[in-house]
């Protein structure tokens, strides 16, 4: 099988972990190698002609489903809604003290959203306070329950400007690179995606968005409280709090406590990151995802064995 017909069922392959078939232009951006894009629309010809994949208007996917279809356009108008309330979420929350930048993060950053789905963040805070940001930030959520939103926002991925670059190198993280919708902070996202440079090496024809990033908002509270932490006494408040912290979600992890999805509460925290542990979710979805594209392989060549 030629190398883009294999590229563009890896491409399929990874979205059908989530039951989200793609558009020509988006089979492209996430193609794992260069192709032309001229060649692109003979090849997916082929391999639906060969029913590896199936087209339902200008969807492809690998499953002969015309639900999932469906599902995505009800999912795309659910974020367009989604995408207006996340972009208040954010002029709201870049105004926190030490808070560099913010982004759109998970399914509404690829444009999908349904009835169980909430507003995930990726936030960017100054060198050696994203823990003092956090548990500002944190408290103002557990507020927000007075007005029954406490499950609306996910403040989920924390890093800091002194390690602006995504440890785990895969598959995964360079997708959600790619697809991060930065809000704010133009500055900060333009040497994180410099840090993060690796990524075009798994989607070398996804380009990076900084247009949709605003400049950081400074306050008048905002600065005054950034100079009163800014000294010692501030690297050790944020020392403290991320033990504190660390030692409370350690609890929760014994204990198998699980968040409104249904899935276990798992933190990695270090001193310039806060994130979902990746053996928790991210590295069995790569495991799927692998086992995916080589079934698809293995079942391309047998066919072509015979």
């Known amino acids: 099988m030629p190398d883009i017909k294999r590229h563009i069922l890896a491409a399929l392959a990874y979205f059908d972990l989530f039951n989200y078939p793609l558009t020509m232009d988006e089979i492209y951006f996430f193609l794992p190698a260069k192709h032309p894009f001229e060649d692109l629309e003979n090849a997916l010809h082929c391999l639906a002609a060969e029913r590896y994949i199936y087209k339902f208007d200008r969807f492809y996917s690998l499953k002969n489903d015309r639900f999932l279809v469906e599902r995505r356009e009800k999912g795309n108008a659910k974020a367009a809604e989604m995408m207006i309330a ?68 996910c403040m989920n991925y924390y890093i800091d400007e002194d390690d602006l670059s995504i440890h785990e190198k895969n598959v995964y993280t360079a997708t959600e690179i790619a697809t991060l919708i930065p809000l704010h902070g133009d500055a900060v996202f333009e040497q994180f995606y410099t840090a993060n440079a690796w990524s075009r090496n798994f989607l070398p024809n996804k380009c990076l968005r900084l247009a949709t990033a605003r400049p950081e908002k400074h306050s008048p509270l905002k600065r005054f409280i950034e100079i009163l932490f800014n000294n010692p006494i501030g690297n050790t408040i944020d020392n403290l709090l991320m033990k504190l912290t660390s030692k409370r979600w350690m609890k929760k992890m014994r204990q198998g406590k699980k968040n409104n999805r249904g899935i276990i509460m798992a933190m990695d925290a270090g001193k310039h990151y806060a994130k979902p542990d990746p053996f928790n979710f991210q590295f069995k979805l790569i495991s799927s995802y692998q086992n995916r594209v080589d079934h698809l392989l293995e079942r391309s060549e047998g066919i072509a064995a015979h």
Do not use: Q
Request: proline fraction near 1%; aromatic fraction near 14%.
């Open 86 to 153: 996340a972009k208040k979420v954010g002029d709201l929350l870049i105004r926190f003290p030490y808070v560099r930048g913010i982004a759109i993060s998970g399914s509404l950053s690829k444009n999908f959203a349904d009835e169980d789905s909430d507003i995930d963040l990726f936030i960017i805070t100054a060198k050696n306070r994203l823990w003092i940001a956090r548990t500002l930030m944190h408290c103002f959520k557990k507020l927000t329950f007075l007005v029954n939103k406490e499950h609306y926002f």
